[in-house]
């Protein structure tokens, strides 16, 4: 199959994840196109440098736009801080780009309709990264509710919760700067959400409470001069889905001792489900009406009969983990451009989540219930 020449912005924590995704993904899935590793851009030509060494990339850049100019890119992955999303994402569209763009999409709301309207007007695929719904549990949990297997669905509640952000001490940085949007309820929920929507479909309504609980940090590592925190720590939200169940959302990036509490539990009237990401290979399911001497949680382990599992591994029980998670989400979003259609969450998916960010944001000042 034809080779798609790849571009990678941004070498930090989430740039090396989608490096090592595009090396591997041809491995699980032989039938997509095959990833050409073409250029990597970081902001030194050191750093740079070092990166096209360690994950195969034939040249690299201190300069973004040289990714982006580049003939041989096709594909361009945007894995930088938030502010800087719009700018490079509206350059690689309008050079005719297929984009792939971590989240949250951009800082405003009316910023990620900009560049949705720019890349459906373009043609292009485009994929935002929430990859942790690429698990192959999480899709069969949301057949088995489009399949009615738990009947009416009458709660949600889900959270992401982790500590990264607990210590008071830990220095002023990117993630909290206002001017790349607000702080856990975008980092964090837009996760939570995004699995809320993906599972149970579309938010209808949203009554939030969101709060800063470290007010001050030190400008850097060990300083004493502080500066204020204006971005949310903790984000609370009960929200109605627009199927007419309701439920609560989390986002809470202070939660001490947590380091990846992405986790939901729905209910409905024939039965229930139960997920975290700190156990991504297990899925719990409990199903009503049996004898009641019997009763309790069935755990569903991930195995080859749970698509792609197998393509990593052919054997049950043996575990896939976050960079698998990551290498299913580039190789749909590789298989989508070669058929001509992203494989999602699109622009548009994640301008929708945002969406609920935002009434969120409105209806923890306005304190009253907002409609998405």
């Known amino acids: 199959m034809k080779d798609l020449g790849i571009g990678l912005i941004g070498t930090g924590f989430m740039g090396k994840a989608h490096a090592i995704a595009y090396r591997t993904a041809l491995s699980a899935f032989p039938d997509i196109p095959v ?52 700018e490079m994402v509206l350059a690689a569209l309008a050079a ?24 459906e007007a373009k043609g292009v695929c485009t994929q935002v990264g929430f990859n942790y719904i690429k698990n192959p549990l999480l899709k069969m ?13 009458t709660g949600f509640r889900g959270i992401h919760a982790e500590d990264y ?5 830990s220095p002023w940085t990117w993630r909290i700067d ?7 309820v975008a980092d964090l929920g837009s996760h939570i959400i995004g699995m809320a929507r993906f599972l149970l479909g579309g938010i209808a309504e949203v009554n939030a409470d969101i709060r800063t609980i470290i007010s001050k940090r ?61 156990r991504l290979n297990e899925l719990h399911f409990y199903k009503a009406g049996g004898d009641s001497r019997q009763m309790g949680f069935t755990k569903i382990e991930a195995g080859p009969q749970h698509e792609p599992y197998g393509g990593f591994c052919v054997a049950g029980g043996h575990q896939l ?5 990551k290498t299913i989400e580039m190789a749909e979003f590789l298989g989508g ?20 960010v935002e009434a969120a944001l409105a209806s923890s000042r306005q304190r009253s219930w907002i409609k998405v």
């Open 337 to 356: 451009i070669a058929k001509g259609k992203s494989a999602g969450p699109d622009f548009r998916e994640a301008y929708e989540i945002q969406k609920v």
């Open 321 to 325: 983990g976050f960079n698998d998670l």
């Open 178 to 184: 206002p001017s790349g949007g607000p702080g856990v």
């Open 35 to 86: 990833p050409r590793l073409v250029m990597v851009a970081d902001v030194t030509a050191e750093a740079a440098a070092k990166a096209a060494h360690q994950y195969g990339f034939e040249t690299s850049t201190a300069d973004w736009k040289q990714v982006i100019a580049n003939p041989a890119v096709q594909v361009v992955s945007i894995t930088t801080p938030n502010s800087f999303h719009k």
């Open 141 to 153: 949990a949301r057949d088995m509710v489009a399949a009615g297997e738990l009947g009416v669905i």
């Open 218 to 278: 030190p400008v850097a590592r060990g300083a004493t001069e502080m500066k204020a925190v204006e971005v949310d720590d903790v984000a609370r939200l009960l929200v109605q889905f627009e199927r007419g169940c309701a439920g609560t959302i989390e986002a809470n990036w202070v939660q001490t001792g947590r380091k990846m509490q992405l986790a939901f539990e729905l209910t409905g009237e024939k039965g229930s489900l139960v997920f975290t990401q700190e």
């Open 96 to 119: 005719g780009k297929h984009v792939h763009c971590e989240k949250p999409l951009s800082p405003t709301l009316a910023d990620s309709l900009e560049m949705v309207e720019a890349a």
């Open 165 to 169: 952000m607990h210590d008071p001490q």
